[in-house]
């Protein structure tokens, strides 16, 4: 059998972790950094939320970020 390189395995599924914020189950995407609170794993659209708030940077998680470039 031959391996298919080229296509995007879910392999690493069991790293993914869910959003931290209420209501929400979508995988998180987003570390965001805080610097008056803990960090905190966000989906892609609470990041983007989050995010605008000045001292809190948005670290797009190295296995997901490709997904936030749309
Ligand atoms: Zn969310």
Known sequence: M???ENTVTVDDVH??????EP????PA????H???ADNRLV???HA?????????VADPLP???DDLLE
Do not use: F, K, N, S
């Open 15 to 20: 790293t993914l972790m869910d959003c931290t």
């Open 34 to 36: 805080v610097p008056w």
């Open 48 to 56: 983007r939320v989050l995010g605008r708030q000045d001292g809190i």
């Open 2 to 4: 031959r391996a298919v």
């Open 23 to 26: 209501d929400c189950d979508r």
């Open 43 to 45: 989906c892609a659209a």
């Open 63 to 65: 296995d997901r970020g």
């Open 29 to 32: 995407a987003v570390e965001l």
